[in-house]
């Protein structure tokens, strides 16, 4: 390779970040696989982009809704149905309240407008997933919680979960112009739209009269209904409810700095930057444990990633070549003391 082709190269990728491909997502340098094998022991089905459990609730009534009022013949009639479902709350919780992020909202910031009078629902709400925000997003965590199931067309359903949380909904929407006059439509008037963004506010599960749908997630996330779950779930949400519990006794914040701190010490520092001791009951034992493992692996990960990244840009920078040895020479010691020294703060 001359010189000049090589002031034009770009290392693309980096190969420590995930690689988005059609079909998901790839780790070149392979760090992702005990991390993620962990993370589905200690808090399957919960993920960060999962963060709204009123969309589990809203899909839950979208499937069953068309497991009892649509005849699918094939899967490409399901996902019509689902697909003019989804995108009437997509468009009715935008014009709702824009400032959500709710999904798909870089699509619906170029289709909503106040001032038509009425919206076609029949559209992509994300170009990568024929199931939108569900596919993409929500898919996982549903099949994770048990909540939805796939015939023998490959058509999804409800569990008998999913069934309890369709008819928890049911209760609260069926006076709704859309559920009575336009669910499913092709064609939906603005204002029925805003009035279905009102009703299924994302925020709404906070609301008194929503105790009910409160009370199923407690269930299905801290597995009530298991005596003794194959995973540590249960036990996690448990230890970090216990770690904030004890952190308001002393008014400190619960952030990383005082998870790490439990993970590893059992104490933390508080406000006044003073030693305090997380007394934990025995029974977290397993779950501290393999917390502990988890965040090392974390770090790890992020750091040899760090690493290969700077190893990278040191490559790219000498045209000739170089030695692993002349890469290792040039580290700059101080600022790797400098990162050590930021991880290893309180």
Not at 39 to 57: C, D, H, P, W
Request: glycine letters at 6%.
């Amino acid at each position: 390779m001359t010189s000049a082709n090589i002031n034009k190269f770009v290392w693309q990728p980096s190969w420590t970040e995930e690689v988005k491909i059609e079909s998901g997502g790839r780790y070149p340098l392979g760090l992702n696989r005990f991390h993620n094998g962990l993370e589905s022991f200690l808090i399957k089905g919960i993920v960060y982009t999962a963060n709204r459990l009123r969309y589990l609730t809203y899909y839950c009534w979208t499937i069953g809704d068309i497991q009892k009022s649509v005849k699918c013949d094939q899967y490409s009639d399901f996902v019509e149905a689902f697909r003019l479902r989804e995108n009437a709350l997509a468009l009715g919780l935008y014009l709702h309240e824009p400032e959500y992020g709710v999904v798909g909202s870089n699509a619906l910031s170029h289709i909503v407008d106040r001032d038509v009078r009425e919206y076609e629902c029949d559209f992509n709400l994300m170009q990568s997933h024929q199931l939108g925000g569900y596919g993409l997003y929500y898919s996982g965590t549903a099949d994770s919680l048990g909540l939805i199931q796939i015939n023998e067309k490959g058509i999804l359903e409800l569990s008998g979960s999913g069934e309890k949380i369709y008819q928890i909904h049911l209760k609260k929407i069926r006076n709704s112009k859309y559920f009575q006059y336009f669910k499913g439509k092709k064609k939906v008037p603005t204002e029925v739209l805003f009035e279905w963004g009102d009703i299924n506010d994302l925020d709404n599960i906070r609301l008194n009269n929503n105790s009910d749908e409160r009370e199923f997630y407690k269930s299905i996330i801290f597995r009530l209904d298991h005596k003794k779950p194959s995973d540590l779930r249960r036990e996690s949400f448990s230890y970090f409810l216990e770690c904030i519990l004890q952190c308001s006794k002393t008014s400190t914040v619960f952030n990383e700095d005082v998870l790490r701190n439990t993970h590893y010490y059992s104490q933390y520092y508080n406000e006044q930057n003073v030693i305090c001791e997380m007394h934990l009951p025995d029974y977290f034992k397993d779950s501290q444990f393999y917390w502990k493992i988890y965040e090392g692996h974390a770090y790890f990960r992020w750091w040899l990633s760090k690493f290969f990244q700077q190893f990278l840009s040191y490559l790219k920078a000498n045209e000739q070549g170089t030695t692993i040895d002349d890469f290792l020479n040039n580290i700059d010691q101080e600022e790797f003391n400098k990162v050590v020294s930021y991880f290893c703060r309180k």
